[in-house]
């Protein structure tokens, strides 16, 4: 099966092989450590390959031996609480294996192979199965049931399935034509993983941050952008959304990062503790980390194999949320490898493929119904950083043409310790729409409505103080001041958000709308009160707004709203009757 | 002894094209000896059945077709040795002090391998430099890698030397070593190096790789590798604290970009190589602390930025890559203020992690906070100042204006060999933010206050008294 070729050229991490005839993307083994590469372009009689790991001291005429497989990786029970690297070796296994440094021509597989799991089968003998259908179950960390999968390539009927503890080799069933049935399976990461069908993305992604839920919602299997400025708090983001929001896997792909700060992510994951069930999160999260100075192609490979690994757990009916941090840096590792390929550059020497990979990248993220029946989602958060802070370079600009919501972080807020630093006037999400039914069912009819009155608001506020800037708030007309001051509410009492305070970190999506609701309404009153001869000076004075300001800090807010509310109705009262 | 070769096809700048060869390993060690006996060093670029392209460390001045070539079978190795400090070596790692051979204790390859993320400890070790505005303000942390971004006639290499001069972690009697890297430098600049070294006595624990300006410009790519295996070595194997001052990163990617030319590659933005973010990454990622091991390294690099650009592809790919950046000042230098540190656009983003209440002091944040908030809005005004003038100014703006006169003539300003420890530049901060009213200090908790302005603590002193 597997055919023997020799080296001819190596230049870096590009190899040019002879007299193997491989696949493209198929893994070949490089050299005689038998160093992993890819087969990444096929021209007559040469095959080149980019190489996963240094290739210094490798010499033409060493052998080239093809796998015959795409890179592919293995899913399975165990691939919660890993640590990896772009091409799934376990992290900690390498550190055993090799020590602190990462040495070369070390394989580790994904999964542990040694580890027993108590597998429930959910068919039986005689079931006619189709790929992609459930077997069986193993309970794989503390509150994640892991779906044994047939594979979605796979299907017959059942002949012998055995309930157990098995370790992922060992054969637990067969079907009838003799196909061996385990708990693991491998997946070519470049292949997306087939669904049923694909779902419109109606449900919003709950994060229970009040500027994403409330403003800029991203839909379940929708697709996000953050630009990550320095200083603007993305890491604290990043773990709100971990904690926070309603996907119940999580993956993170850090791509191509600083090791300290991968050091950081890797020591903290560990330590933050689910709030919902109050066990530690890593036992519903993936790590992925290939640092700036891991092989170049690796760093390529990581997105795909988060992806990957997101897919299969979608493929059991969870929603997944995959971040990946950075996906500047993937580009770059595209940039390189294609340099490396001599190919005619395109944009600032990022190869002319460019779209079209991130759009690929972006196009696996979706709500579906998957090959099982069940119902589940891929949501992708990437990071861009843009050098320079300059939006207008070429993986920005078509990361926006493809994500559906932009979230911008805003250094400059986070100065003014405005948090979460997401500006308002920058951001958008093309969900509002598609999700206007979900709020109408589930929140209310009004909310639509509210929504839209916000952004005009703040918008407002933001041709206001361009006025202010240049002659001063006094100068404005009274009912100007008021708007500013409602604006000013909205931002203080509903846009900023404590990521550390017990009840303000989560705002439940019924309490947001409370809340809007209940600042806008005062906002009306305070019209009509300014209407009937109120000064501005008095109304911003009064003891409910204050007393609205403190609302997102109360645990049961409806007593509290009605206690304001009727207190702003009191306040506003006295003060028109005062003339 | 390897087989020589006298295939040498074509020569291009700083690149021999070698026909006709048995295998040769990628990035393998070359000797090329000329007619007259010299013998020049070279590392394989590109190898193939039919032609290898090797990049000659000391230029390509003197050989001809007939010149032979050696492959030596084996990638750059650096020998290492405790015995590497005191001594000053050449950019590719020759001794240039006169002294004797270094004598192996091991051979490590130079490219160096990535640190396993998982192996390696968050920094957060506080580094007392001395300096004011990096240990007030901009604190750095062991294992961490910091760049000083500067210009042309900006007295960085004052600053590098004081940082070598002063650092030291508080309360910590450890074994500690400086590794010092000069790229393309020019010899007055590096005899000023070696003068100050000896003058204080801190060539006996550094090591010193010298490649000059004109030097071949493709020995600087392997200077800095040579430097950061040795600090390895030291730091992993002999347990000591290393500092590495790598100077100046701009000759390094220029040479980068020179060779990326001579090899007629793709260049990517302003001409330098689409690798240069990757090859940036292969050196500064070489800082840090590693769980269970007693050393570190921490990189302090150089990079003066071609026409005091901060968005130019050097100091931008490196900002992206180095946790932080010192930015030195032109106009600051103008006002004839040392060292002329720009705070507000200086950053250490492990900051956080090596300041407060058990590495420095509990108020450290607080204190950095406010000092920044309160230059930064000095400044504003002193644009403001500019257009309308003093008069036009409320009391409140004008203290803010004072302040940062204040800020720059006391707190910035130091003297060369004026060492403060961290007590003395929060103390500074202190009595420098004393002379805003109380209510602007907006960012300071208020038992930080009581306990520290110095206002309050005359009272409490009176009191005791």
Not at chain 1, 187 to 205: F, G
Not at chain 2, 110 to 136: L, V, W
Request: aromatic share 8%; glycine share 8%; hydrophobic share 40%.
């Amino acid at each position: 099966m597997e055919i023997k070729g020799e080296i001819y050229r190596i230049s870096g991490p590009v190899v040019t092989a002879l007299n193997i005839n491989a696949r493209m993307y198929d893994v070949v083994k490089v050299g005689n450590e038998g160093l992993m590469g890819e087969v990444i372009g096929i021209k007559g009689e040469k095959t080149i390959i980019q190489v996963y790991e240094d290739t210094s001291g490798v010499k033409p005429g060493e052998p080239v031996i093809d796998t015959g497989m795409p890179l592919s990786v293995e899913l399975g029970p165990g691939l919660l609480e890993s640590i990896y690297d772009g091409i799934q070796r376990p992290l900690p296994v390498l550190k055993e294996k090799m020590g602190d440094f990462i040495q070369r021509g070390v394989s580790a597989s994904g999964l542990d192979h040694n580890k027993q799991w108590e597998f429930k089968p959910v068919v039986k003998k005689g079931d006619k199965l189709e790929g992609g259908k459930i077997i069986g179950t193993v309970q794989e960390t503390g509150n994640i049931l892991h779906r044994i999968l047939l594979p979605p390539n796979v299907s017959g009927v059942v002949d012998e399935i055995n309930e157990g503890t098995f370790t992922v080799d060992d054969v637990i069933g067969r079907l009838s034509d003799g196909t061996e049935l385990k708990l693991m399976h491998y997946w070519p990461v470049r292949h997306p993983r087939p669904v049923k069908n694909k779902l419109r993305p109606t449900i919003p992604l709950i994060t229970g941050q009040r500027i994403f839920d409330g403003l800029f919602p991203l839909a379940k299997g929708g697709t996000a952008a953050i630009p990550g400025p320095f200083g603007s708090g993305k890491t604290v983001m990043q773990q709100q959304l971990a904690k926070w929001s309603d996907a119940e896997i999580v993956v993170y792909i850090g791509c191509g990062e600083r090791g300290n700060e991968m050091a950081d992510v890797l020591n903290e994951f560990p330590e933050l503790e689910d709030p919902k069930s109050g066990r530690p999160l890593m036992e519903r999260t993936v790590l992925i980390a290939n640092t700036s100075n891991m092989p170049v192609a690796a760093r390529e490979a990581s997105v795909y194999t988060g992806i990957t690994i997101a897919e299969y757990y979608r493929d059991m009916g969870y929603d997944v949320s995959l971040m990946a941090d950075s996906t500047s840096r993937w580009a770059e590792a595209m940039r390189e490898i294609s340099s490396r390929l001599e190919e005619m550059p395109g944009e600032e020497g990022y190869p002319a493929y460019l779209a079209a990979k991130l759009a690929e990248f972006y196009e696996r993220a979706g709500r579906a119904k998957t090959l099982c029946g069940d119902e589940g989602s891929v949501t992708v958060i990437g990071a861009v950083s843009p050098p320079g802070g300059d939006f207008s370079e070429p993986v920005t600009q078509n990361t926006l043409r493809i994500v559906k919501v932009f979230w911008a972080l805003d250094a400059k807020l986070a100065q003014r310790r405005h948090f979460p630093a997401i500006n308002w006037l920058t951001s958008y999400s093309l969900y509002g729409r598609t999700l206007d039914e979900w709020y109408n069912e589930n929140i209310s009819t009004e909310w639509t409505k509210l929504r839209s009155d916000t952004m005009n608001l703040l918008q407002r506020e933001a041709e206001l103080q361009d006025i202010v800037q240049l002659v001063g708030s006094d100068a404005l007309p009274d009912d100007q001041q008021l708007t500013l001051e409602i604006a000013r509410m909205v931002r203080e009492y509903f846009l900023q958000q404590n990521a550390y305070h017990d009840v303000d970190s989560y705002c439940p999506m019924i309490n947001q709308y409370k809340m809007l609701k209940a600042i806008l309404t005062w906002g009306e009153k305070a019209v009509l009160a300014l209407e009937s001869g109120a000064s501005v000076t008095n109304i911003v004075a009064l003891e409910s707004r204050d007393m609205l300001a403190k609302v997102r800090f109360e645990k049961d807010i409806d007593a509290v709203l009605d206690t304001v509310m009727k207190k702003a109705d009191e306040e506003f009262a006295a003060q028109t009757q005062q003339r | 002894m390897a087989k020589e070769y006298k295939t040498i096809g074509e020569i291009a700048g700083p690149l021999i094209f070698v026909e006709k060869t048995e295998p040769v390993g990628y990035n393998e060690l070359v000797n090329i000896t000329l007619a007259d006996g010299s013998v020049k060093r070279g590392q394989v670029l590109d190898t193939s059945k039919d032609i290898v392209v090797v990049q000659v460390f000391e230029g390509t001045g003197g050989l001809n077709k007939d010149s032979g070539v050696r492959f030596t079978g084996e990638t750059i190795k650096l020998p290492v040795s405790s015995e590497l400090l005191g001594r000053i070596l050449s950019g590719s790692g020759e001794p240039l002090d006169g002294g004797p051979r270094i004598v192996p204790e091991d051979r490590w390859e130079i490219t160096g391998a990535a640190i396993n993320p998982y192996s390696r400890k968050p920094p957060e070790e506080f580094i007392q430099t001395g300096i004011s505005t990096i240990d007030g303000m901009n604190t750095l942390v062991r294992g961490q890698k910091l760049p000083i971004f500067s210009g042309s006639g900006l007295p960085h290499n004052e600053i590098a030397l004081q940082i070598a001069r002063q650092a030291k972690v508080l309360g910590a009697e450890e074994e500690f070593a400086v590794v010092f890297a000069a790229m393309g430098i020019t010899s007055e600049e590096a005899q000023h190096f070696m003068y100050d070294f000896e003058r204080t006595g801190a060539l006996e624990r550094a090591v010193v790789f010298t490649n000059l300006a004109d030097d071949p410009a493709v020995e600087r790519l392997i200077t800095p590798r040579l430097a950061l295996t040795a600090a390895e070595y030291l730091a992993y194997e002999c347990e000591m604290h290393v500092l590495v001052i790598l100077t100046d990163m701009t000759n390094y990617c220029e040479a980068l970009r020179q060779m990326g030319a001579a090899r007629e590659e793709v260049p990517g933005r302003r001409g330098y190589p689409g690798y240069m973010y990757t090859d940036l990454a292969s050196l500064y990622e070489r800082a840090g602390v590693i769980k269970g091991r007693k050393g570190s390294v921490t990189q302090f690099s150089i990079l003066s930025m071609p026409g005091d650009d901060i968005t130019h592809p050097i100091p931008d790919l490196s900002g992206y890559i180095t946790e932080g950046q010192i930015v030195i000042s032109r106009e600051l230098h103008m006002k004839g203020i040392y060292p002329p540190i720009n705070v507000l656009p200086s950053l250490s983003r492990l900051m956080n992690s090596g300041i407060g209440s058990k590495r420095t002091r509990e108020d450290h944040k607080a204190v950095s906070d406010q000092l920044y908030a309160g230059y930064a809005e000095g400044l504003d005004l002193r644009g403001l100042v500019a257009i309308v003038g003093k008069e036009a100014l409320s009391e409140r703006d004008r203290k803010f204006l004072e302040f940062a006169d204040l800020f720059e003539d006391r707190f910035v300003r130091q003297g060369m060999e004026e060492d403060r420890d961290i007590e003395t530049t929060l103390d500074l901060g202190w009595e420098l933010l004393a002379t805003l009213s109380e209510a602007q200090l907006t960012r300071i908790d208020n038992k930080y206050i009581e306990k520290y302005h110095p206002a309050h603590r005359n009272k409490s002193k009176a009191s005791t008294e």
